[in-house]
């Protein structure tokens, strides 16, 4: 495993039930943004019927963070697939309430739920 993989804001992507879930480690911010969103593409790629992101190693998300999800929400839904956050820290899950996008998003307390 490279350096690179250890650190890489991906930590696994694994099939469960109908559902595509990658975890994610570390901060999201502009420097891995893009990398998030090649990972995300290349899953939508499988039209999964939900792609779940389990962010509880993440404690903290910029706005570029945000931005690619809410991409990756919209790509999601072209794809027919739904997106599903979990995990979020405190300190995450206050940049979603503050731009007022947890109402927009699939926000669950836990994977199980979101995979149900």
Not at 67 to 78: C, G, K, N, P
């Amino acid at each position: 495993m490279s350096e690179a993989d250890k650190t890489g804001v991906v930590k696994n992507i694994r099939n469960e039930q109908n559902a595509v879930v990658l975890e994610l480690r570390g901060d999201i911010d502009m420097s891995r943004s893009s990398e998030l969103r090649e990972q995300i593409l290349d899953v939508l790629q499988q039209k999964p019927a939900a792609l779940v992101i389990n962010m509880t190693d993440v404690a903290f998300m910029d706005s570029s963070g945000l931005a690619t999800l809410v991409e990756a929400m919209q790509l999601s839904q072209r794809h027919g697939s739904s997106l599903r956050l979990t995990g979020l820290a405190t300190r995450v899950r206050s940049v979603f309430e503050i731009s007022r996008l947890d109402t927009i998003f699939e926000i669950y307390e836990s994977e199980s739920e979101a995979l149900s």
